[in-house]
């Protein structure tokens, strides 16, 4: 008989909690005194993995950093529907100044924070993380971020990617992927959905500025994600972590199918989750169980352009290419 | 509220949004239920074993081992000779395979026997008197929950030991004696008396001798079927049961070198296996295919391992002194098998007849109201015989033949038994849907193979009668049970409260489980698809 | 102290001396002397307890300036011209949150054509930016505006900017009262911020308004600019009780008493004008000058009360509303609504055309005759526009403007560049 090790746990670390796990082991979602740093009453759609995201990565921050912690947020959907006056869901110091600017609104704020702390060095320290969407971030908001990066200014940014401008009627972003119809890039002619070629890779471009510590997650894995949080907290300068938050609306998947989404987007290959650190890469979270993209695209009605009588297998295809290259690239199979 | 001088409108007091109440965006919403799992629902001795592998996940032995005797006093036996049907249905084989519920039952029943846990005796007694009749699973199972119902319960046994069936019907390699006395012992500890060597002749004289407001008749089926062979007087013929019986005494059957067992069922097994540990070479005979045997096919491997032959698609037309003549069959259209004047011989020192057993129904004679019919009493759902007071079970009545659904039946007897001695009538609590393999999110369960229990080695196992299967050890057992995906039934994985984007599940804390806080709640749906056991669904918002 | 130093060292130096924690520099002309004496006084530790932030636009500039500001740390930035054009959505957002920043404009001209020399129009063109907008006249005007600025910014909530003329003062060695420490400490108190981003008391900076309340927000930003209408003289006159010098104020009459023209203009061409108004009172001329120094709040009753016995007003300015004319005059104008007096705009110094006391003197003379046009065009060269405007009557292709006028003045060559 094969030897078992008796740390076994049921579901392991793959559900929120377990209760057969110490406390100290469980997730920080699973505490009943978690700080829900985005309160309930927003006003996200049904389902929407941007607030789901939002508040896993936040409350993990807040853990980490015994909730002293200030938020700067992009305009877009988790800005619009967290804060309508006359309500707010956020429970921490939160600001939203413009569309393009967070990075930087988030490094005014750690060097007020900074000359504080040296005027007051017995005061306890407080951290900044800055959040945007992906348009917030990778278009519009891109300069201020690599900006940002380029000093090593003590931040943390948080892209919540959906993969589009969700909040203004789904249209194309640079982190839109190729073939998927936006309100822009709409499922006609003789190239359907958005093109192939275009868009960028913003956790490649953070390596390149060889940041202290930069990461992707999904919220399909709360425990990972909790541990990136975690982790870059444990750095000084600047760090990103690209989080893959599926969107209902503009995927065009059912509300409950949110986490699925951005399950199948990694046990594809589609959205490689990996860590690095000081522009190398440290880890890959492993795929599985792998699964063809069609598995992924199918449930989307962004992509159904490509499941018709005559499924597009050439289109198809192609993204099942470029999962492949992002299984060999990140190692995704095997992990690192 | 705070100090702070906020301009108008574009600063606001944190939190503030539980002013918005999203709950009224709702179609749908999600409510939590306990589906019935699978294991359950086809366990014939109603135990609930997701439930008591929900303690023993945690360690908790003891208090796995309370919520399994809730059900079956009998877990260190039916660990072991339980044809698990709870296995077969386990949605885990669809992820890797079935969890090893009969180890992990196994387990802790001889946990129980090691640590000498006893039952808790009612607090209350009724004062009502109920014969049993019969020692076997069932007449134990009724006599116990009998009992623990603050009933005054006898069994009369006909033998000269207590467990049926369980003792002289099955190998003691499957079933070691020590470990039925122990949980009969258990059972007396209860404040059942159990009269051995007592043959009730007439149910009725004897429920008036003794005071008797009830009955349960569970005396089984130990008369072997004969079939017609035609044989030589030399020939040496015997039923089965009759010589798994003689391996309980002393004397050993005297059958030969070369042993002949005609049947394919598990009876069958249990004598081609018994024989080969005295020595013998046996041939089982068996009339049709491997994948048509009653038999078990984990015991009809385990024979073959040990060296047991088998003759499939084959008739005994003959017996003669020291060989039989046997005939081929083929299947037809049907799957049924037709003889095809093909014949063989076969040396044969014996042959053991191994085709079912009959039931001694001696002690019914005269009662009225009974209905007996192929040779089995037949009771109502209630399990009361057409005489009232008079209730029967296990073998005796029209069922499958094993000791689990033995206990079942005692168990069920037990509480008819309970109602009809109160003038009322029990009416079973409706059943849960099954949680089926697809209402499931198996995803969040982490893989683990199945423990195997270790087996004996098959040099040791085709000479001795030592117990060929082993038990697990704690961790195993451990390891084990925490393969359970708890189908249908809340486990505590908090992962309905961490994937609400809404925050709007509850955690009421330890076994406390959850609740939705409606206020809020926007129906998205996501916390039904990512409960990895299927404990919660989505039913429309009234109005 | 006095000091013969260079306009943006000037305003270094008083920055350093409000304490700055935040300063975000990126460079633009004429603007970039004053950030790099600042980040020097930071790296040498002569200015201390202050981050010196080398940002990547003007955008981000005042991006980093209301995250600083927003955590309750008095912040400094200063741009110009297209800098100020590219940090607009920053500028707007800075006012509509209420943070007190200071800001020098160092005033320049807005391309195209792409022109690096001083003009208004770039602080002009953020009129309506929410900003309060104090126009120096001298570079020690300029250091003591700044000085106001923050004790103003800090104690309305509201960011102020400080206008100095680009090269004019930014680059011109004056004399200049460089305070002390102590005097401006006793000036200026420690901020402390109306609203600040703090983990012990968490608040939303920043929320979407809609229709239900926008409009309230709109006008309390209004009654806070004109509330500060109020507030301005008197940190003058505490300004002037500490340092012993006017600085400051909502306007500056000249030589106003008697006179029957007024010329209104805002910066150092205050100075050309008021030699102007001297030798023409000399020649008999009853002419004084009005300096306005507030742009934003605009003073409508100081300035309708200092034009309430004149006869006539001339509006100078350095800035263009095209298509209409003057961007002062109109304000003036509001001033002195039903006083029925004659008003004219005269455009002047675009794109760091020279101001001549001449021109101004000739000008001015028509004017006092009521024989100005009512919107002029200071010196401009006729002749260049009227062939250019004749080439374009006879050509639909007549290449870019500007590079044709510099053709015809021959500064550029023939061959095309």
Same mark, same amino acid.
């Given at each position: 008989m094969s030897f078992q090790p008796v740390k076994f746990y049921q579901t392991g670390t793959f559900t929120v909690g377990n209760r057969l796990l110490a406390p100290e082991e469980r997730s920080v979602q699973a505490s009943g005194k978690r700080f829900n740093s985005i309160n309930s009453g927003h006003r996200a759609c049904q389902g929407c993995g941007e607030a789901l995201g939002a508040r896993y990565a936040i409350d993990a921050a807040m853990e980490a950093t015994q909730g002293q912690l200030i938020c700067a947020n992009a305009t877009g959907c988790l800005e619009v529907f967290s804060t309508p006056y006359p309500e707010t869901s956020w429970q921490i110091p939160w600001i939203h100044s413009l569309f393009g600017? *967070?990075?930087? %609104?988030a490094t005014g704020v750690a060097a007020a924070l900074k000359i504080k702390q040296k005027k007051n060095p017995r005061a306890q320290e407080i951290r900044v993380i800055a959040q945007g969407g992906d348009g917030g971030t990778t278009d519009i908001g891109f300069g201020c971020l690599s900006g940002m990066f380029e000093r090593n200014d003590d931040v943390l940014y948080i892209c919540y990617d959906n993969g589009g401008y969700m909040n203004t009627g789904v249209q194309r972003s640079s982190a839109t992927p190729p073939a998927a119809r936006t309100a822009t890039t709409m499922a006609v002619g003789p190239e359907p959905g958005n093109v192939f070629g275009q868009g960028k890779f913003v956790p490649a471009i953070a390596m390149a500025h060889e940041i202290p510590y930069v990461a992707t997650a999904t919220v399909a894995d709360l425990r990972d994600l909790e541990a990136k949080v975690r982790r870059a907290m444990e750095f000084r300068g600047a760090r990103y972590i690209h989080i893959l938050v599926p969107c209902p609306l503009g995927w065009g998947t059912y509300s409950s199918e949110t986490i699925k989404m951005a399950r199948l987007a990694k046990e594809t290959g589609i959205f490689p989750v990996f860590e690095a650190e000081h522009g190398e890469i440290k880890s890959a979270l492993a795929i599985r169980r792998q699964l063809p993209v069609e598995d992924y695209l199918k449930p989307q009605k962004r992509y159904a352009h490509l499941f018709g009588k005559q499924p597009n297998v050439a289109v198809i295809a192609k993204l099942q290419a470029l999962a492949d290259r992002n299984i060999r690239k990140y190692k995704l199979l095997e992990g690192v | 509220m705070t100090m702070m001088d906020k301009p108008f409108a574009i600063t606001l007091d944190p939190g503030s949004s539980l002013a918005n109440r999203t709950g009224s965006w709702r179609t749908y919403k999600p409510i939590y239920l306990d589906r019935l799992p699978p294991c359950n629902a086809t366990c014939p001795a109603g135990e609930n074993i997701q439930g008591w592998l929900f303690h023993a996940e945690s360690g908790d032995y003891e208090a796995a081992w309370r919520s399994l005797t809730e059900n079956n006093p009998l877990p260190a036996i039916m660990g072991r000779v339980c044809y698990h049907p709870c296995e077969g249905a386990c949605n885990r084989q669809h992820v890797d395979s079935a969890v090893g519920i009969n180890s992990i039952e196994r387990f802790l029943g001889d946990e129980a026997i090691k640590r000498n846990w006893q039952f808790v005796k009612p607090a209350t007694q009724s004062g009502k008197r109920v014969l049993v009749v019969g020692a076997g699973p069932s007449g134990l199972s009724a006599a116990y929950h009998l009992a623990r119902l603050g009933h005054t319960v006898e069994i009369q046994e006909a033998g000269p030991?207590?467990? !049926?069936?369980?003792?002289f019907g099955i190998p003691k390699y499957r079933l070691p004696r020590e470990v039925i006395e122990a949980e009969v012992q258990r059972i007396v500890n209860l404040g059942v008396t159990i009269t051995l060597n007592t +043959?009730?002749?007439?149910? @009725?004289?004897?429920? &008036?001798?003794g005071k008797f407001d009830a009955a349960f008749l569970a005396v089984g089926a130990h008369i072997g079927k004969r079939a017609y062979i035609p044989a030589g007087t030399a020939a040496k013929v015997v039923d089965a049961i009759s010589v798994l019986r003689s391996m309980e005494g002393e004397e050993k059957p005297m059958l030969g070198r070369r042993v002949v067992v005609y049947g394919g069922g598990n009876t069958a097994i249990d004598v081609a296996r018994s024989v080969k540990r005295m020595g013998a070479e046996p041939i089982i005979v068996y009339r049709r295919t491997r994948d048509k045997a009653p038999a078990h096919d984990f015991e009809i491997e385990e024979a073959l391992q040990e060296g047991v032959m088998v003759k499939w698609l084959s008739t005994i037309k003959q017996a003669e002194e020291g060989e039989i003549t046997i005939e081929k069959m083929a299947l037809d259209d049907k799957g049924f098998p037709q003889p095809t004047g093909e014949f063989e011989t076969l040396a044969a020192d014996s042959v053991v007849l191994a085709l079912g057993q009959d039931v001694d129904l001696g002690l019914l004679d005269g009662v009225p109201g009974l209905d007996v019919k192929d040779g089995t009493v037949q009771v109502g759902p209630n399990m009361m015989t057409g005489h009232a007071g008079i209730f029967a079970g296990g073998d005796m009545v029209p069922s499958e033949r094993t000791v689990t659904v033995g206990v079942g039946h005692g168990k069920k007897a037990a509480r008819h038994i309970d109602a009809w001695l109160k003038g009322e009538t029990y009416a079973p609590p409706p059943k849960h849907e099954v949680a089926a393999f697809e209402k499931l999110n198996t995803w969040y369960y982490s893989e683990a193979p199945h423990v195997v229990r270790p087996t004996l080695d098959i040099l040791r196992r085709q000479s001795t009668f030592e117990e060929v299967v082993g038990g697990l050890d /704690?961790?195993?057992?451990?390891?084990e049970a925490r393969r359970c995906l708890s189908c249908g039934n809340c486990f505590e994985c908090d992962n309905c409260y961490g994937v609400c984007p809404d925050n709007a599940v509850i955690k009421l804390g330890p076994g406390k489980r959850f609740s939705f806080n409606y206020d809020y709640c926007k129906g998205c749906g996501v916390c039904v698809a990512e409960c990895p056991c299927g404990a919660i669904k989505m039913v429309p918002e009234e109005n | 102290m006095l000091k013969q130093c260079e306009g943006s060292h000037a305003?270094? /130096?008083?920055?350093?001396l409000c304490r700055p924690e935040v300063i975000c520099a990126y460079p633009i002309s004429p603007q970039t002397h004053i950030v @790099? !004496?600042? !980040? /020097?006084?930071? +790296?040498? /530790? *002569? #200015? &201390?307890?202050?981050e010196f932030i080398n940002v990547e636009s003007e955008f981000a500039a005042m991006s980093v300036a209301i995250g600083s500001s927003a955590a309750g740390a008095r912040t400094y930035t200063a741009t110009a011209s297209q800098g100020l054009l590219f940090m607009a959505e920053a500028v707007f957002n800075a006012s509509g949150l209420g943070l007190p920043i200071v800001m020098t404009v160092a005033n320049r001209a807005i391309g195209a054509p792409i022109n690096i020399w001083n003009d208004h129009s770039d602080s002009l063109s953020m009129r309506d930016c929410g900003w309060l907008q104090l126009f120096a006249e001298t570079n020690q005007e300029a250091l003591d505006l700044h000085i106001?600025?923050?004790? #103003?910014?800090e104690e309305i909530s509201l960011p102020v900017m400080v206008c100095m003329d680009g090269f004019i003062l930014t680059h011109a060695y004056e004399r200049v009262d460089v305070p002390t420490q102590a005097q401006v400490d006793a000036f200026l108190p420690p901020y402390e911020p109306r609203q600040v981003l703090d983990p012990a008391e968490p608040v939303s900076i920043g929320a979407m308004v809609g229709p239900e309340a926008f409009m309230e927000v709109r006008y309390l930003a209004h009654a806070r600019q004109v509330q500060a209408l109020e507030r301005i003289p008197q940190l003058a006159a505490e300004f002037k009780e500490i340092f012993g010098r006017d600085s400051g104020g909502l306007i500056r009459p000249y030589r106003c008493e008697d006179a029957d023209t007024i010329v209104i203009a805002m910066?150092? %061409? #205050? !100075? *050309? #004008? +008021?030699d102007t108004v001297d030798e023409m009172r000399e020649a008999g001329h009853k002419i004084g000058v009005l300096g306005i120094i507030s742009f934003r709040p605009f003073p409508l009753v100081a300035v309708a009360a200092a034009l309430k016995y004149c006869k006539r007003f001339v509006v100078l300015e350095k800035s263009l509303a095209v298509g209409i004319g003057g961007i002062v005059a109109t304000n003036v104008r509001m001033a002195v609504t039903g006083m029925g007096l004659k008003g004219y705009t005269v455009i002047a110094g675009l794109g760091g055309r020279a101001i001549t006391m001449k021109s101004l003197t000739a000008m001015l003379d028509k004017a006092g005759r009521d024989e100005l046009e009512l919107v002029t065009f200071l010196d401009l060269d006729w002749k260049a526009v009227n062939k250019q405007i004749e080439r374009e009557k006879t050509h639909r292709k007549t290449g870019p403007v500007a590079e044709a006028l510099l053709r015809d003045a021959g500064i550029v060559g023939a061959r095309n560049y």
């Open positions: 600017n *967070t990075a930087a %609104v | 030991f207590a467990g !049926g069936m369980m003792r +043959k009730v002749s007439n149910i @009725e004289a004897s429920m &008036q001798a /704690e961790s195993n057992a451990l390891f | 305003v270094a /130096e008083a920055v350093a @790099e !004496g600042l !980040g /020097e006084m930071v +790296k040498d /530790e *002569t #200015l &201390q307890d202050c106001q600025a923050f004790k #103003l910014a910066g150092s %061409v #205050l !100075g *050309t #004008l +008021k």
